[in-house]
């Protein structure tokens, strides 16, 4: 049986234990993502909304027990190496969850079959690995783990957003499929080929092109290899520097590009390049993005959280990963991990941009999406600036959890 948690039953379990919070012993979180190099600034970002929420919750009681989260924070380096090193210490030193997901998929899935294997050792000391962002598909798919949650829509959910938004723009003509290479630049290649193709089959595909990740420092021989083939929109699945960097390039060409990008918008510098830039749109998919209407609880969210921590709030999903693991402890009673993972399983949440459900299955958290674009502030579809631009963000499609709830191909073993 699923059960929905408002945030007033929360607050309420997280009071009632209120009275044992001086002598229980903290819940010790480990956050494990790229906090140092090219995409130093997205990893803070996103340690920064795990660290509000955390913060949020035990200024509110805390725990269902009267015992606080404690945040422990390790640099991934962007490594898989490193991140299974941070993984060992994070144990060492007591976290019984990693919250990860801004590394990309292969760290993600290396820190998933780690904690797997030290599961199986140490039966009873079990840790859980909650993605707030790496959305390969095949994490909740063909390798889905019973010690795995993913906290966004996967690859797969967020270009069927995109194809279905796509059906809807006839002068979408040629598209370009510019990545970066590794595994999830080529699944957003394969994905935009397969899906877009699907929704507009006559659409042409004019140019695939990879890159190396976090190394291109001018993208203009890309942008003349788009300009040769008289690309009008380009599938990327680019983010932090190497889609600023391309942007800019785009910018400094004049080439007024259209980009359908997965989380574009939530990464700090977008927009701003943007504006600079003057030219090019930027469709992105996001659970919510800022001056959304009708969302007045993320708005408040949002206006809370950049009073605290002095810089703009994203992505409420990342926020969501310690709220909801608050919730899911106070449903099983439990700090025991396995305990954690059965009560997370078909969990509804009422959350501050729509109703959740985390997949029992395959543990992949079906929420809504939202297609949006980057566009100068009109005061009536775009009434907010970003990033101190005046440019901000326009809502093009909204889809319901339900519309993108894919299939999966999991078949979880359990303990």
């Known amino acids: 049986m699923s059960v929905r948690f408002s945030a007033i039953a929360l607050a309420a379990s997280l009071c009632a234990g209120a009275v044992s919070a001086q002598t229980a012993e903290p819940f010790k979180i480990a956050f494990i993502d790229p906090l140092s190099g090219p995409f130093a600034n997205v990893g803070e970002v996103m340690r920064n909304h795990v660290l509000y929420a955390v913060d949020d919750v035990n200024a509110k009681g805390g725990l269902y027990n009267g015992s606080k989260f404690q945040l422990l924070q390790f640099d991934s380096k962007l490594s898989a190496q490193e991140s ?66 993913m906290f966004d829509a996967n690859t797969a959910m967020r270009m069927q957003a995109i194809a279905n938004y796509i059906k809807t723009q006839p002068e979408i003509k040629k598209v370009f499929l510019l990545n970066q290479d590794y595994a999830h630049g080529k699944q957003w290649a394969s994905f935009g080929r397969s899906m877009v193709g699907k929704a507009r089959p006559e659409i042409r595909f004019v140019g695939e092109t990879l890159h190396p990740m976090g190394r ?172 101190g631009t005046n440019y901000g963000f326009r809502t093009d499609a909204v889809y319901s959890a339900q519309q993108l709830d894919l299939p999966t191909e999991c078949q979880m073993k359990r303990p």
Not at 112 to 134: C, D, F, M, T, W
Not at 323 to 337: F, P, V, Y
Request: one cysteine or more.
């Open 216 to 387: 291109i420092k001018d993208f203009a021989p890309y942008v003349a290899k788009m300009k040769e083939v008289s690309t009008d929109s380009v599938i990327t699945g680019n983010w932090g520097q190497d889609m600023t960097l391309l942007l800019k390039s785009a910018g400094d060409s004049g080439y007024n590009l259209r980009y359908f990008n997965h989380s574009a918008g939530g990464f700090p510098g977008t927009v701003t390049s943007i504006s600079q830039a003057k030219i090019g749109q930027v469709t992105w998919v996001a659970e919510w993005h800022p001056g959304m209407a009708d969302r007045a609880q993320a708005d408040a969210r949002a206006k809370e959280y950049k009073a605290k921590m002095n810089q703009d709030f994203l992505a409420p999903r990342m926020d969501l990963v310690p709220r909801m693991l608050a919730a899911a402890m106070a449903k099983a009673q439990s700090t025991e991990s396995v305990k954690i993972a059965k009560a997370l399983e078909d969990m509804q949440m009422d959350t501050v941009f729509g109703p959740v459900k985390m997949r029992g299955k395959d543990h992949q958290l079906l929420l809504p999406q939202v297609v949006n674009t980057i566009a100068p502030v009109d005061g009536k579809l775009v009434k907010t600036g970003w990033e």
């Open 84 to 149: 299974q090193s941070a993984l060992q210490a994070a144990i060492d030193q007591g976290a019984r969850v990693v919250v990860t997901g801004g590394s990309g998929s292969p760290v993600v899935t290396a820190l998933v079959q780690a904690a797997s294997r030290y599961n199986q050792r140490n039966p009873g000391k079990e840790v859980l690995i909650l993605n707030h962002s790496s959305i390969d598909p095949e994490l909740t798919g063909k390798s889905c783990s019973f010690w795995h949650f």
